[in-house]
């Protein structure tokens, strides 16, 4: 269990570092394109999900989500001990990852963001975005478990542009973008309605893939 829990907390390091430094790059480079920052940020996002679900999965299921580990909860497939322990070490990961991110491009580590992301396109913008991502998981593993880390970034990937929120889908990495004022973040006021939106998602995924998946899978 142990190797689980650091497995996640060095996922989410990772991961939100990735998503919040390559904003901050991207936005510097960018000169006021946004289109073109967005497209920075995604790229980089996609490339290490890929990488951490592929170096990590086999050790904790590379969830770096509570969302997703919310799910595993509810199919029984995790105790309510570990999956405490998991979310745990995806907001401490996650926000020291955000915080290493300030860091390497000297800014003030510690920040609240003043981004406005709020209201009902963007809320459904957040519940799509993880209801696909969470559906895309469970599909994915009944019917090519090893295409998984493929699978979710490029998922991922697609869902930066064609949501409205730009797919955080991810209850941690809100509260971690939260506190970074830079390309990737969200202003702490706001963070609740992303959150109550990505757990319906989740819930909604789950909710579909139990009839969805209930045969075999057909070649």
Do not use: C
Request: net charge positive.
């Amino acid at each position: 269990m142990k190797q689980a829990i650091l497995a996640e907390a060095l996922g989410s390091f990772l991961l939100f570092a990735t998503v919040v430094g390559s904003g901050i790059m991207a936005e510097n480079l960018a000169g006021g394109n946004d289109a073109v920052a967005l497209l920075g940020n995604t790229i980089a996002t996609g490339a290490i999900l890929f990488v951490l679900i592929t170096m990590l999965g086999p050790i904790s299921g590379a969830h770096f989500n509570p969302a997703v580990t919310l799910v595993f909860r509810l199919k029984g497939e995790l105790g309510s001990g570990k999956a405490l322990a998991f979310i745990a070490a995806q907001l401490a990961g996650g926000v020291l990852g955000v915080w290493a991110a300030h860091v390497m491009f000297g800014l003030p580590v510690l920040q609240f963001s003043e981004k406005v992301r709020t209201g009902n396109g963007q809320w459904t913008g957040e519940l799509i975005a993880t209801f696909g991502l969470v559906l895309t998981i469970l599909a994915t593993l009944k019917a090519r478990p090893d295409k998984v880390p493929m699978s979710v970034a490029l998922y991922i990937t697609a869902a930066y542009w064609f949501t409205s929120s730009t797919s955080f889908a991810n209850p941690a990495i809100t509260v971690a973008r939260s506190l970074s004022n830079t390309f990737a973040g969200i202003a702490p006021a706001h963070a609740p309605g992303f959150i109550a939106a990505q757990l319906a998602g989740a819930v909604l995924a789950l909710a579909i893939a139990k009839p969805l998946l209930k045969s075999e899978i057909v070649a």
